[in-house]
């Protein structure tokens, strides 16, 4: 599986060792820090990564409609039983009030609402609802500290809102134009706000949906198929939803995911105590290892390496736990797991792997529907993808098994021909990552099996699977339609 790494303060200085230590996406969260701290913690992961020689990707997250309290001078408790207001006011909060910065939002807040403060830790219900005022009287039914610009979840209030707001549109035209590979959208309801975005980003990034809304699952299939990605956002999730509803939507999700071949990434607390201590609970182990057995392609780190003391520790443990579940007998074979839907393009795959046993699956290719049929399917051998497009490289970091490679051209532009071989390519071609080299030190030359779609494939020496109509034998080649 593959790691994603929020950025932030505590891992801005050590990006090198995140990078060796096994991170292969690096997230920056718009919900922090200003554009200036973003673009040159940005070009400070390049350049990491170069030195490194490994190829990562870039991750856009934006805020999306969060809803936030104002500020306090400092934080305040609020006693169970005791009444708690929210108001327009932008004076700073109180132990009895604070701003609440979202009037229009105010206005659809009903009596007897609740609202979940600083992700479910303060719970208040609405028992006077002034609309026109600006004012809502709550009690606190379930007390605790609150701080400034913590945020607000409204589990039974149906908001209709888009999942972007105009603070994401300027995020977005700036991560557009750093280049960013992939781009978070965040409490993503319904397949139409990942063709909003659509349209903004087009083939520029490609779009990974949140799941953390009630209707997001309701509706995730249609999202799936709209989407490039998903990604399980446990924590604003697992407040919307009751916490114990959250692993069979966790299940939901990604099972959803691999029936459409999208990568799928799974967030929030994976190893949450090493905010603090140097090793993980029991627990969050097992959690990670669940995911990675369940079938997600990557799993996150967020407060981990943003604001932990243990960024580097945390990546390594994560990197130590789900590898070790893959080679583990228990993870599901390659076998049980063509049951998924398969694409005509990858019908012959089964066959290939078993020719190539033992050996790495190397697929020549300038995109990633192939490769990204052939991740889904969790082959038990490694994939390579060699590629010519830088671009489609670095957004290949996210797909569970895949090594990406640069090398010189080798596809005129106007042949769609992608093969994909049994066999070591020559590891002085590629570039930009230094494992590749250490993933074939030890390989033995092979005679290749070879898909080709080129639909004016000829027989070679190897046995193959094309997409040519026309089938014919020799004594040292099979092809079949």
């Known amino acids: 599986a593959k790691i994603v790494a929020?950025?932030?303060?505590?891992s801005a200085a050590c990006l090198s060792s995140l990078i060796e230590n096994g991170v292969d996406v690096f997230r920056f969260n718009l919900s922090h820090g200003d554009y200036a701290w973003h673009e040159k913690v940005r070009n400070d992961a390049i350049q990491a990564a170069a030195k490194a020689g490994k190829i990562v990707a870039l991750m856009l997250d934006l805020q999306g409609p969060k809803i936030r309290v104002g500020v306090f001078h400092e934080p305040v408790t609020l006693k169970t039983g005791s009444t708690f207001v929210l108001d327009s006011d932008s004076t700073p909060g109180s132990s009895e009030r604070v701003q609440f910065p979202h009037r229009d939002i105010?206005?659809?807040?009903?009596?007897?609402?609740?609202?979940?403060?600083?992700?479910?830790?303060?719970?208040?219900?609405?028992?006077?609802?002034?609309?026109?005022?600006?004012?809502?009287?709550?009690?606190?039914?379930?007390?605790?500290?609150?701080?400034?610009?913590?945020?607000?979840?409204?589990?039974?209030?149906?908001?209709?809102?888009?999942?972007?707001?105009?603070?994401?549109?300027?995020?977005?035209?700036?991560?557009?134009?750093?280049?960013?590979?992939?781009?978070?959208?965040?409490f993503v309801q319904r397949a139409?706000?990942?063709?909003?975005?659509?349209?903004?980003?087009?083939?520029?990034?490609?779009?990974?949906?949140?799941?953390?809304?009630?209707?997001?699952?309701?509706?995730?299939?249609?999202?799936?198929?709209?989407?490039?990605?998903?990604?399980?956002?446990?924590?604003?999730?697992?407040?919307?939803?009751?916490?114990w509803k959250v692993p069979p939507a966790q299940r939901l999700i990604v099972r959803t995911a691999r029936k459409y071949h999208k990568p799928v990434i799974i967030a929030t607390q994976m190893l949450d105590s090493m905010t603090t201590a140097p090793v993980p609970t029991r627990a969050e182990v097992a959690d990670v290892a669940a995911a990675v057995y369940m079938g997600a392609d990557a799993v996150m780190l967020s407060g981990e390496t943003t604001t932990g003391k243990h960024p580097r520790e945390a990546v390594t443990f994560l990197r130590r736990i789900a590898d070790e579940a893959v080679t583990d007998d228990l993870f599901p074979s390659t076998a049980a797991l063509l049951a998924a839907p398969t694409l005509p393009r990858t019908a012959g795959v089964g066959g290939m792997i078993h020719i190539g046993e033992g050996l790495p699956v190397v697929v020549r290719s300038h995109g990633l529907s192939l490769i990204t049929e052939l991740s889904?399917?969790?082959?038990?051998?490694?994939?390579?993808?060699?590629?010519?497009?830088?671009?489609?490289?670095?957004?290949?970091?996210?797909?569970?098994?895949?090594?990406?490679?640069?090398?010189?051209?080798?596809?005129?532009?106007?042949?769609?021909?992608?093969?994909?071989?049994?066999?070591?390519?020559?590891?002085?071609?590629?570039?930009?990552?230094?494992?590749?080299?250490?993933?074939?030190?030890h390989s033995q030359p092979a005679r290749p099996a070879t898909i080709s779609t080129n639909t004016n494939a000829t027989p070679s020496t190897s046995t193959s699977v094309s997409s040519n109509t026309s089938t014919s034998t020799s004594s040292s080649s099979t092809s079949t339609s």
Not at 211 to 240: C, F, T, Y
Not at 393 to 418: E, I, K
Not at 423 to 433: E, L, V
């Open 6 to 10: 929020t950025l932030g303060p505590a």
């Open 192 to 243: 139409s706000d990942i063709e909003e975005a659509r349209a903004i980003i087009g083939s520029r990034a490609k779009i990974v949906a949140k799941i953390e809304k009630p209707n997001a699952v309701i509706h995730i299939e249609s999202i799936a198929q709209a989407a490039d990605a998903l990604m399980v956002a446990r924590g604003d999730l697992g407040v919307e939803i009751p916490q």
């Open 106 to 186: 105010m206005d659809l807040i009903q009596v007897d609402s609740v609202l979940l403060l600083d992700d479910g830790r303060v719970k208040l219900r609405v028992v006077e609802a002034a609309h026109g005022t600006g004012k809502l009287s709550c009690r606190v039914e379930v007390g605790g500290e609150l701080s400034s610009h913590k945020g607000v979840n409204l589990p039974n209030t149906h908001l209709p809102i888009t999942s972007m707001t105009e603070k994401d549109r300027r995020d977005l035209k700036f991560g557009l134009s750093l280049g960013f590979d992939y781009v978070c959208l965040s």
């Open 376 to 441: 889904s399917r969790r082959v038990r051998t490694p994939l390579v993808l060699m590629t010519d497009n830088p671009i489609a490289a670095r957004q290949a970091c996210l797909l569970w098994g895949v090594v990406p490679a640069l090398c010189p051209p080798f596809l005129d532009p106007a042949d769609g021909t992608t093969e994909i071989e049994t066999s070591a390519p020559d590891p002085q071609r590629a570039s930009g990552h230094s494992l590749l080299r250490a993933l074939f030190s």
